[in-house]
Nanobody, 125 residues
Framework: QVQLVESGGGLVRTGDSPRLSCVAS????????MAWFRQPPGKERLFVAS???????DYADSVKGRFTISRDDSKNTVYLEMNSLKPEDTAVYYC???????????????????WGQGTQVTVSS
C-alpha cells in the first residue's frame, strides 16, 4: 500500500531555512502529482504547494516567494524548502498524493487520498 513519511520539522527560528522531506513507497512515485498541506493549531488543513509529475509547481499566496517545492523521482521524495519563516507558518505539515495519476494537481485536500503522518514545524521569533 502507499505510504508517505515526512521528516524535517521541529522548532525553528524565523531566520532558519528548514527543508521538509516526504518519502513515498508502494507504487511508482514518478507517475503521481504531489502536494504539501499544513494545519495550524485549531484550523483546517490548508494548501501550501503542489508539483505535477512533470515538475509544474503551484503555491499558496501565503508562501509564494518563500517556499519551494521540488521532487526527486530517483529517491521517491518530495521536498519543501522553507525560507523567510514567520510565526504564522507554525503548523503540522503533511505531504499528500492522489489516488489517480495524471491531470493537474489540485489545491483541495479532498482530492488527495494518501497522507503522511505529518511533521510539526514551530516557528519562534
Amino acid at each position: 500500500q502507499v505510504q508517505l513519511v515526512e521528516s524535517g520539522g521541529g522548532l525553528v527560528r524565523t531566520g532558519d531555512s528548514p527543508r521538509l522531506s516526504c518519502v513515498a513507497s508502494g507504487r511508482t512515485f514518478s507517475a503521481y502529482n504531489m502536494a504539501w498541506f499544513r494545519q495550524p493549531p485549531g484550523k483546517e488543513r490548508l494548501f501550501v504547494a503542489s508539483i505535477s509529475r512533470g515538475g509544474a509547481v503551484d503555491y499558496a499566496d501565503s508562501v509564494k516567494g518563500r517556499f519551494t517545492i521540488s521532487r526527486d523521482d530517483s529517491k521517491n521524495t518530495v521536498y519543501l524548502e522553507m525560507n523567510s519563516l514567520k510565526p504564522e507558518d507554525t503548523a503540522v505539515y503533511y505531504c499528500a498524493q492522489p489516488h489517480d495519476w495524471g491531470g493537474k494537481p489540485s489545491p483541495h485536500p479532498d482530492r488527495y487520498d494518501y497522507w503522511g503522518q505529518g511533521t510539526q514545524v514551530t516557528v519562534s521569533s
